[in-house]
């Protein structure tokens, strides 16, 4: 496993931006962000490849959100524009080790809460 460590989150307003990172104490497969809502299940927000950098989004946020990495420092960045206050949640970053292993490493989460 790799230790995981959220940054960035907040309150904003609605129509603002925010960006969050998560920094890895090692290497990784690739890394994810996930959100959980108020009241609601845990849910797939984007992800990316840490070889090739190839990624992929939740509907949700498709045009809004921009995941990115800086393979020096281990970190991965989500961008997120336009933000709604359907976007509250606690954001959560998450890694794969390997192509056919899961998320098997969790950071802490961080709240973003965005006001109306």
């Known amino acids: 496993q790799v230790q995981l460590v959220e940054s960035g989150g907040g309150l904003v307003q609605a129509g603002g931006s925010l960006r969050l990172s998560c920094a890895a104490s090692g290497s990784t497969f690739t890394m994810g962000w996930f959100r959980r809502p108020p009241g609601k299940e845990r849910e797939f927000v984007a992800a990316?490849?840490?070889?090739?950098?190839?990624?992929s989004y939740a509907d949700s946020v498709k045009g809004r959100g921009t995941i990115s990495r800086d393979n020096a420092k281990n970190t991965v960045y989500l961008q997120m524009n336009s933000l709604s206050p359907e976007d509250t949640a606690i954001y959560y970053c998450?890694?794969?080790?390997?192509?056919?292993?899961?998320?098997?490493?969790w950071g802490q989460g961080t709240q973003v809460t965005v006001s109306s």
């Open positions: 990316i490849s840490w070889s090739d950098g190839r990624t």
């Open positions: 998450a890694a794969q080790l390997g192509p056919y292993s899961g998320y098997g490493s």
